[in-house]
Structures are given as C-alpha cells and as structure tokens.
T-cell receptor, first 113, second 113 residues
Framework: DAGITQSPRHKVTETGTPVTLRCHQT?????MYWYRQDPGHGLRLIHY???????DKGEVSDGYSVSRSKTEDFLLTLESATSSQTSVYFC????????????FGPGTRLTVL | QKEVEQNSGPLSVPEGAIASLNCTYS??????FFWYRQYSGKSPELIMS????GDKEDGRFTAQLNKASQYVSLLIRDSQPSDSATYLC?????????????FGTGTQLKVEL
C-alpha cells in the first residue's frame, strides 16, 4: 500500500460520539486525501491537504474536519458521528499535483450505530 | 449527468477472453485518466494511467483514450479468474475548487472458468 497505514482498521461507535481516523505515510508525499466509499456512490472526496496545515474541502465535507500538523500524518475527525457516516474510509497520497497518481491506504471500516 | 460514468455490470467473460471496460467523462479539458482495480474488501490499486490520445499497453492491459469522444477504455487480454474485481475509472475534472480526481462508481468484472 505504498507506505500508507490507517488506524483504526475497524471501528464501531455510537451516534453523537466524536471519532478520529488517522492516516500515516512514509513516502514524504505532499498531497493527502480522505475519501469515503459507499455502494452506488463510488469514491467521494471528503477533504484533502496540499501541505502541512493546508487543507481544503471535497465534495462531501459536511460533518467532517481534518488536520495535518506533520507531513506524514493526516487526521479525519467526525465531530458528532451519525449513522449516515457509516462507510469505508480510504486515505490516499500523491506526490505532486491533484491529478498525479494517487495511492491508497488499506481503509477503515466505520460503523455508527 | 455524472462527471465520470461507468456501467456497473457485472460484466461476465470466459477465461481467456478479452474483457472490455468502458468509461465516459464530462470535462472536455481533462488531461489525466486512471484505471484502478479493487478486490472485494480491499483498497483500490492502480493498473494504468493514460494522458494522450491513443493506446497504452502494459502486459495484458491496454488503455485507450479518445478525448474528442470523452471516452476511455480498458482492455484485458487473456482474462484470468484473478482479474475478477471491480474496476474504477478516474479522471481529473474541473470543479469550482480546481481540478480534482473524480471516480466512477466502478464496473464489476467476473471471469468465469
């Protein structure tokens, strides 16, 4: 998985609780991304980062926040989890531009009860 | 109209046959196109990238790009059961926030013995 790890790999939580997912890379790539994948919707971009402390919204950012304090780490936070956020979350990285090849982490399966 | 469209399938082909996967996209200025393979429960992995009109071959895989028709395809020759997976097409699409890599919902391929 191109030196990308995600933690936790599986999580079950309750509605209304905060959840933080972590993405860690060892490739020193500038760009990092968070996607969610749901049946019938494919991969949808939540947020992305183009450098330390530089982030921007994707197409489905409502209810999510991100932070990047170090090149290697990109955190995704669900401030107050809802059942609609039950999904598989993938982190991805790329070296140069948004349109360069993105490499994906192993994913986190999140269930919100 | 979705920005990147794929037939969800499943596409069934016999072992040894050629599998043809198709994708259309909406942005006439898209420059970068990617095909990813995703096994069930796993993360997407890159198969091919293509940037210029024409064909690009890599082993049993050939990507074909026709920018005038806004069409990109993936051919898999001598299909094997191990090729059974979901294939995701992605293209850089101009959005309000600049170019973003946008994914189709994927085509499920089944290679039958």
């Amino acid at each position: 998985d191109a030196g990308i790890t995600q933690s936790p790999r599986h999580k079950v939580t309750e509605t209304g609780t905060p959840v933080t997912l972590r993405c860690h890379q060892t490739e020193n790539h500038r760009y990092m991304y968070w996607y969610r994948q749901d049946p019938g919707h494919g991969l949808r971009l939540i947020h992305y980062s183009y450098g330390v402390k530089d982030t921007d919204k994707g197409e489905v950012s409502d209810g999510y926040s991100v932070s990047r304090s170090k090149t290697e780490d990109f955190l995704l936070t669900l401030e107050s989890a809802t059942s609609s956020q039950t999904s598989v979350y993938f982190c991805a990285i790329s070296a140069d531009r948004h349109t360069d090849t993105q490499y994906f982490g192993p994913g986190t399966r999140l269930t919100v009860l | 109209q979705k920005e990147v469209e794929q037939n969800s399938g499943p596409l069934s082909v016999p072992e040894g046959a050629i599998a043809s996967l198709n994708c259309t996209y909406s942005d006439r200025v898209s420059q970068s196109f990617f095909w990813y393979r995703q096994y069930s429960g796993k993360s997407p992995e890159l198969i091919m990238s293509i940037y210029s009109n024409g064909d690009k071959e890599d082993g049993r895989f050939t990507a074909q790009l026709n920018k005038a028709s806004q069409y990109v395809s993936l051919l898999i020759r001598d299909s094997q059961p191990s090729d059974s997976a979901t294939y995701l097409c992605a293209a850089d699409i101009l959005t309000g926030g600049g170019n973003k890599l946008t994914f189709g919902t994927g085509t499920q391929l089944k290679v039958e013995l």
